[in-house]
């Protein structure tokens, strides 16, 4: 266990913090209370990533166990996000500058200029993050949402996350990768299934999808090979601005 870290990483799910998991070396896991912790070396800085488990609540428990915990220099707030515009497509990547919910509060980033610049891993956007304690799967729901909002992109645990960092005088940034396009719509299987925080309730809601609709099993392979491109997309970025860290 690290007695203090470079840069804490805050995902919500291992599908989501699998491929920056990859890319550590000398890792050491151990469970929280309703979350799990993961730390390691990544180009000679020691991180630790938390995976919180869904929504704005755990992501805010987590967060403050983390700096509570290892005490990092940074925060990033990582994880997949969706399309509330349509010039976003799936894998681009999104620096929010304003973090907002559905109350009308507001918080304010500044995501170094350089890592607008770092094209090499898709496009980059920056602009607004509209931060929401539920899955926003329809594209009627992320077009108004995007309509009225003027965000970019949603998600379901940043703004928790910034909160958090931003109260107790932590450095944070966030980074997101889109999942799903704005037109696009999660089936109700995959909605169920992103909402399982452990490996065995995510099997079990796999079957259950399996069981009542059979031809589930496209859909479920599609978004298990979307991810793995997410995440993998989203690692090397993050691998990267981790090392620009100062």
Known sequence: MFPGCDVGVVFALENESGGLEDLLQE???WQGDGFLAIAGRLQERRVVI?????????????TEALLDGHRPRWVISAGFAGALQPELQRYDLVLPE????????????SPPPEWSAQTTFGPVHRGVLFSVDHLVAAP???RTLGEKSGALAVDMESFAVVEVCQRRGTPVLAVRIIIDRLEEELPPEVRGLLKQKTTAARLGAALGALWN????WKDLYRLKEQALLASDRLARFLAWAIGEVR
Do not use: C, F, N, W
Not at 98 to 109: A, K, M, N, S, Y
Not at 213 to 216: A, G, I
């Open 140 to 142: 009627k729901e992320k």
């Open 50 to 62: 938390v995976r919180s488990g869904a929504g704005q609540a755990a992501a805010a428990h987590a």
């Open 98 to 109: 304003t973090v907002i919910r559905p109350d009308g509060q507001r918080l304010e980033l």
């Open 27 to 29: 890792t050491t896991r």
């Open 213 to 216: 609709r059979p031809s589930s």
